[in-house]
């Protein structure tokens, strides 16, 4: 009995082999000019659903901003109101009121005598 080293193939052996199982299991993939191309008409559409959608945020932006100077304005309104009724300056509506009270319970005091 004699032993024998094995013999390795050559890389080209082994290349053509590895190509050959390749093209066995999966099929060949189309060259990129096939699948690349973008037909006229679908480029067109593309960029006009892009531009709308661009003006779609833009007017959605104007619309919040809008919104943002109303809610602005009614709530300095609200405040001045506030203010009018309960603040602490001496025109407000609690402030007058109480001055009303004072001057009618003193009307309605008997006057006392000074003995």
Do not use: C, H, Q
Request: hydrophobic letters at 40%.
């Amino acid at each position: 009995m004699s032993l024998t080293t094995p013999t390795t193939p050559s890389i080209e052996e082994r290349l053509a082999r590895l190509e050959s199982i390749r093209t066995t299991f999966a099929p060949p993939a189309p060259p990129i000019t096939e699948y690349a191309k973008i037909p006229t008409w679908l480029g067109v559409v593309n960029a006009g659903t892009l531009l709308a959608v661009i003006i779609a945020i833009g007017s959605f932006g104007y619309y919040l901003g809008g919104i943002n100077s109303t809610l602005s304005a009614t709530s300095a309104n609200v405040e001045k109101l506030s203010n009018a009724v309960s603040g602490t300056s001496r025109e407000s509506i609690t402030n007058r009121l109480s001055v009303i009270e004072t001057k009618l319970d003193s009307i309605n005091k008997p006057a006392r005598s000074a003995n």
